[in-house]
């Protein structure tokens, strides 16, 4: 029962910057992993960046050294600041975390956001 609430998306022009931001509706006991994902029209659903509880960063090929993804533990929010912004980046941008919400397994979540769309002209 976690709720993911993305903002931040909008239209920028190519080498641009937007900054966005997801946020759980409640507490959370803990998150093993946050990350960001995104889908274009007529393309799977593929994984931009990813952060570990520990402060762990994956990214994909395409978006290394333009974007950043963190944290704020004590907020339960994940960002992804993304720079230089180009129209391959254009897509439906979501949110996911795994962790949990108590200390047991029984309270283990994986939720994701309803997306925010990211479009980036020429």
């Known amino acids: 029962q976690v709720q993911l609430v993305e903002s931040g998306g909008g239209l920028v022009q190519a080498g641009g910057s937007l900054r966005l931001s997801c946020a759980a509706s409640r507490r959370i006991f803990s998150i093993d992993v946050m990350g960001w994902y995104r889908q274009a029209p007529g393309k799977q659903r593929e994984l931009v960046a990813s952060i570990t509880s520990g402060g762990s960063t994956n990214y994909a090929d395409s978006v290394k050294g333009r974007f950043t993804i963190s944290r704020d533990n004590a907020k339960n929010t994940v960002y992804l600041q993304m720079n230089s912004l180009k129209p391959e980046d254009t897509a439906v941008y979501y949110c996911?975390?795994?962790?949990?919400?108590?200390?047991?397994?029984?309270?283990?979540?994986?939720?994701w956001g309803q997306g925010t769309q990211v479009t980036v002209s020429s």
């Open positions: 996911n975390a795994d962790g949990h919400i108590g200390p047991v397994e029984a309270a283990k979540f994986s939720s």
